[in-house]
């Protein structure tokens, strides 16, 4: 081998890849890549991933491009089915007991939704049972806060979002709090779904003996100058895939009840308060 020239091996390549990042890089981009080329690399090893293996590998990611589009993100589904979009959320928000819970936006979130008033009927023409729901937003301290901008979505009663069944907005808009925090609306009950599993992240989870099924829920994204927004859904009790949602985005402060009024003969309702902190709250 000639004088100065280094052979790369399974031992020394990692180094020799960290060595290449530029000394004037950005703090934050050293330590993500640094770890990130660490935890690849290691991974490779550990498991002995054949060439074959990463062909595979390649095919997948790039296949994930492919199936992305307006309506539908594939790259998000593939980091929900694996957790890591409710790690980087969990991460993100740590707060304690007064403050609302957060959970994943979903790949279903859609800009510029329907802009309504309180009392409209979110779900027009869609046929099934009715879902009345009347949440308040609040601050830290329990004081209504008005004028709060809230984004509501979920799935019509055979578990479809709008955009999985035309371009249409619909069984979504966006509501302002009243005076006393309140956004009321009738809407229709929403049920339990998969996520998308006809596509690269599909063939994943059946590949790992995993279903695909999503609980009731209806989303909220809460925003409100001076606040730190809120992503969350409410789900809904009893639903039997609680304890199984592919997207581990459950936590118990956001099951509630909504079928107690039943009982009374009034229409199922979701109830709810939610606490937003400042954004300079520590």
Known sequence: MPEGHITYTSENLTGAVLAR?????????????????????????????????????????????????????????????????????????????SVSETTV?????????????????MSPGVEGERLDVAVRILDEDGAPLEGAQVDVWHTSPDGFYDSQLGDAHNMRGRFLSGPDG?????????????VPHDGPVGRLLSAMGRGPMRPTHVHFWIKKPGYRDLITHIFRDGDPYLHDDAVFGVKASLVTDWDA??????????????????????
């Open 182 to 194: 309140l956004v009321a609306f009738p809407t229709v009950m929403p049920a339990s779904y998969p």
């Open 261 to 282: 009024p039943k009982a009374e003969g009034k229409p199922a309702t979701l109830t709810y308060d939610f606490r937003i902190p400042r954004e300079d709250a520590a």
């Open 105 to 121: 936006l979903g790949p279903f979130h859609r800009e510029n939704p329907p802009v309504m008033q309180n009392g409209q009927n």
């Open 21 to 97: 990042i530029a000394p004037d890089a950005s703090p934050r981009m050293r330590q993500v890549m640094t770890a990130l080329v660490n935890h690849v690399h290691d991974f490779v090893r550990e498991v002995e991933l054949t060439p074959e293996e990463w062909e595979e590998g390649v095919g997948f990611l790039t296949e994930l491009g492919r199936w992305c589009d307006d309506k539908r993100q594939e790259v998000i589904l593939l980091s929900d089915i694996l957790g890591v979009s409710m790690l980087v959320d969990a991460i993100a928000h740590r707060t304690h007991a």
